[in-house]
């Protein structure tokens, strides 16, 4: 009991933490507006194939958003973050502390996924207001559940990324270098087209932000017939959290780099 309540202690700091800094919250939250957009802009009025149907730019990018939003909460800022951390030798004092890491990690993780579906909220209820983009009705227990299996693929990816950053210089580097190329070529920038060289799409396949992608589509798409549960996108997600999982316990580290 007296561990749970130190979790949910942590989850605490971790939040307060956040609003304390009103900068780096207020462009948090307008980052993935920034790109819905700009996006919408570019691309808004034209019309897209998802599959075997034809919808607007809006409601494409909508999901695709959520994409991003996912992908920047659970894989970008977590890795970052802990590499910070680790370099700055908070978290080997957090390991000589009372605080049990489980605990720490508990904050941290609840922290960045309750953000992420903050974020979601506001780009899917602005995405309403200003391109009349359906809210998921009968398909929203498979937006949930994609969230939940993206958020944990990327979580743990995050932190097995963290544990091969040699130090906190290259973090930014390394992390968005693994991330930013797949972003633009699993339908998530740039919309689906039939010039995409077939190379493209089977390399994007084998990674999970298209996988993720797909299946918000799949979710968000108002031509869904039946809950919108792709088992093949959610199953190589899955996949990934649990490689993810196993490569973070064997490798991640506590201690300083030197």
């Not at 730019?57 to 894989?75: D, E, K, Q, R």
């Not at 973090?171 to 190329?181: E, K, S, Y």
């Amino acid at each position: 009991m007296r561990a749970l309540e130190l979790a949910l202690r942590q989850l605490k700091y971790q939040e307060r933490a956040f609003r304390r800094n009103p900068p780096a919250a207020f462009f948090t939250i307008a980052f993935p507006l920034i790109f819905l957009v700009i996006l919408n802009v570019i691309f808004g009025s034209n019309d897209m194939e998802v599959g075997d149907r034809v919808i607007s730019g809006a409601v494409f990018y909508v999901p695709a958003i959520a994409t991003l939003t996912v992908v920047n909460s659970c894989y970008t800022s977590l890795s970052m973050t802990w590499v910070f951390d680790r370099d700055g030798g908070v978290l080997k004092r957090i390991r000589g502390s009372p605080l049990p890491g489980w605990a720490f990690l508990f904050g941290r993780i609840t922290h960045a996924i309750l953000l992420m579906l903050v974020l979601l909220v506001v780009v899917v209820v602005f995405g309403r207001l200003f391109y009349g983009v359906d809210i998921p009705g009968e398909t929203m227990p498979a937006v949930l559940v994609t969230l939940a299996v993206g958020s944990f693929a990327f979580c743990t990816l995050g932190l097995s990324i963290a544990a091969v950053v040699p130090n906190s210089d290259a973090a930014p580097a390394v992390v968005n270098g693994t991330i930013l190329p797949l972003l633009f070529i699993s339908d998530v920038f740039i919309p689906p087209s039939a010039g995409t060289p077939a190379w493209v799409e089977h390399v994007s396949s084998i990674f999970p932000v298209r996988h993720l992608s797909e299946a918000l589509q799949t979710a968000f798409n108002p031509f869904t017939s039946g809950a919108g549960f792709e088992p093949l996108h959610l199953g190589v997600l899955a996949a990934w959290g649990v490689a993810g999982l196993l490569f973070t316990l064997r490798f991640s580290s506590w201690e300083p780099r030197v």
